[in-house]
């Protein structure tokens, strides 16, 4: 099983929809989780951190359930510059991140 | 403010030639570095790290070399490339490992 799994999309969505991302991690000892927004051909940046009870930053809500070992993205009223790919990272304690292979989402007008 | 500085933006290379790519760190000291090798479509590759000067973990058996002469240089080398050794090389710090920041890349391409 891979550390950390999502599904690969893509996510076809029209502007102003609401869509939601899921991810798995397998690493019950996993302490801090990430979003990170990759654009095509650019660099991934960091859009948000996971806490245990949930944070929101305007129209991106992110939650984590330990007792399942899944982490999720909500977006809400999608624009067209969501279109991306949304990477969940795991941070496992004294070694590297962890990265999923990405969720690529298209917001279509 | 941190800022993480790569080059070049695009390269490209020969079979058989060498590869050297530089990262710097602005802003901060002690920092972990990292490697990263992403090809076409597909997802992150962690390639080296380092917690401090002269200490290199490899992650991944390979024709690369990772070193970091200073704090807050990391140096990516290899010594005769390979056509499998085309993608976009992402160089990124932490502190600690924790949320990591990327610089905006190299995009190599060996022929």
Redesign the interface.
């Known amino acids: 099983r891979k550390e950390v799994e999502q599904d690969p999309g893509p996510f076809n969505v029209p502007e102003g929809a609401t869509v939601a991302f899921n991810c798995t991690y397998s690493n019950s000892a996993s302490q801090?989780f990430?979003w990170y927004r990759q654009d095509c051909?650019?660099?991934?940046?960091?859009l948000m951190?996971v806490y245990s009870s949930g944070n929101e930053d305007g129209r991106f809500t992110a939650q984590l359930n330990r007792a399942s070992q899944y982490i999720s993205l909500l977006i809400r009223d999608s624009k067209l510059s969501d279109s991306a790919t949304y990477?969940c990272v795991v941070?496992r304690?004294?070694?590297?991140?962890v990265?999923?292979?990405?969720t690529r989402l298209s917001v279509i007008a | 403010s941190q800022t993480i500085h790569q080059w070049p933006a695009t390269l490209v290379q020969p079979v058989g030639s060498p590869l050297s790519l530089e990262c710097t760190v602005e802003g901060t000291s002690n920092p972990n570095l990292y490697w990263y090798r992403q090809a076409a479509g597909r997802g992150l590759q962690l390639l080296f790290y380092s917690v401090g000067i002269g200490q290199i973990s490899s992650e991944v058996p390979q024709n690369l070399s990772a070193s970091r002469p200073q704090d807050r240089q990391f140096i990516l080398s290899s010594k005769k490339l390979l056509l499998s050794d085309s993608g976009f090389y992402l160089c990124a710090w932490s502190p600690g490992h924790n949320e990591q920041f990327f610089g905006p890349g190299t995009r190599l391409t060996v022929l």
């Open positions: 801090s990430f051909r650019k660099e991934p940046k960091l951190s990477l941070n304690g004294n070694t590297p991140l990265f999923g292979k990405g």
